[in-house]
């Protein structure tokens, strides 16, 4: 694949130090899979470097400077289509690389809002991939995936005809929900698309992602007051383990990290469960068959809760970006055919949860302000979102 003349340059993150093979740099518009197969590196690389533990960092969420209504960015879509009442949007006629600092508020805010926002056909490299994320904050680099050698925030999620194990990937989960501040914004573009179907003409490899807010809200008022009361054990230790296993490649020292079962996301002041299967190990203080049951109870009604879900069919130079405080998904391993998608790894980094005992669900939340499009919104459910 050729280089594309893209002289612009971009604000990249500062680099770590020490990264492997410094020799090496992704040329723009060229597809990281195909570049460092190009150079005779492995892809994806899993040559080990070591950075230091990550430390609580300041944050503040960009969606706090919103617009009411995010009025900057949705009047310059061509189309506005929410996908289900409680969550996914889709935005048409809109470039990622076109937007100004206000609209990337505007779009948090929607993210925020809405849980996963859809725009298809969008003319973005890595680079520019790296460079729009890191709007948002400080980009995360995976403790133990691999990477791409020059541009260490990207998490190459690549599978091909090797990629037994694929199934393992349809766990429900929040990505990295072990870290002192997981990702808030994150973001997927698809590189390779596998074909679905005897003719190929679809792809497939379709992601489904789910409202932590929708799901909270369905569980019983008893249930929910039970649930605020508590905090559970998130690990990397078990990711941590089959990186030494395998690769041997271990940047960051294991970390545990205890977190509440309830959240309070910082913009929409809105509760969301925030448990996973992935990486949610324990309810700290219950007895243990106690607090297994619940998890499992609360996994499943993530799993089984389809009337919270949306469900994304891949294209060409689509992209997704949801928020990983709000919401789970899964990926659904559906072909044999290679399939790739480098993204910046987790996104920015977001707050360290909390659960403001002052704030409320969602609907509480619709109803104090605008009780009329609660009302509405209960009637019409299933014709349009929030």
Known sequence: ???????????????????????????????????????????????????????????????????????RLLAAAQEVHHLTPEIGTELVGLQLTALTDAQKDDLARLVAERGVVFLRDQAMDVHEQIAFAAYYGDLHIHQMAGIIPDLPWVHPVHKDE??????????????????????????????????????????????????????????????RSFLETLQARHSGLEQAEKARRTTGCLRRDPIETIHPVVRTHPVTGWKTLYVNENFTKEIVGLEKRFGDGLLDNLFRTVAE????????????????????????????????????????????????????????TRKEAIAATQPGKLAEKEENKGLDGL
């Open 1 to 71: 694949m050729p280089s594309l003349p893209l002289p612009q340059e971009l604000r990249l993150p500062q680099r770590p130090q020490g990264l492997p093979h410094p020799e090496y740099t992704t040329p723009r518009g060229v597809s990281p899979l195909v570049a460092v197969r190009e150079a005779g590196l492995q892809y994806p690389n899993y040559t080990p470097f070591t950075l230091p533990n990550l430390e609580e960092k300041p944050f503040v969420d960009r969606g706090l400077y919103a617009a009411p209504g995010q009025t």
């Open 162 to 223: 090797t990629a037994v194990h694929g199934r393992s990937h349809q766990i429900w989960h929040s990505d990295v929900s072990y870290e002192l501040q997981p990702p808030g914004l994150t973001m997927l573009k698809m590189d390779t698309l596998p074909p679905a179907g005897p003719d190929g003409t679809l792809a497939g490899g379709d992601t489904i992602w789910a409202s932590g807010y929708a799901l909270y809200e369905s569980l019983s008022p008893t249930l």
């Open 305 to 360: 809760g389809y009337e919270f879900q949306v469900r994304w069919k891949w294209s060409p130079d689509a992209v997704a970006i949801w928020d990983n405080r709000a919401t789970f998904h899964t990926g659904i391993f559906d072909y044999c055919d290679p399939a790739s998608s480098p993204r910046p790894a987790g996104g920015p980094q977001a707050e360290r949860p909390y659960l403001d005992p002052n704030s409320h």
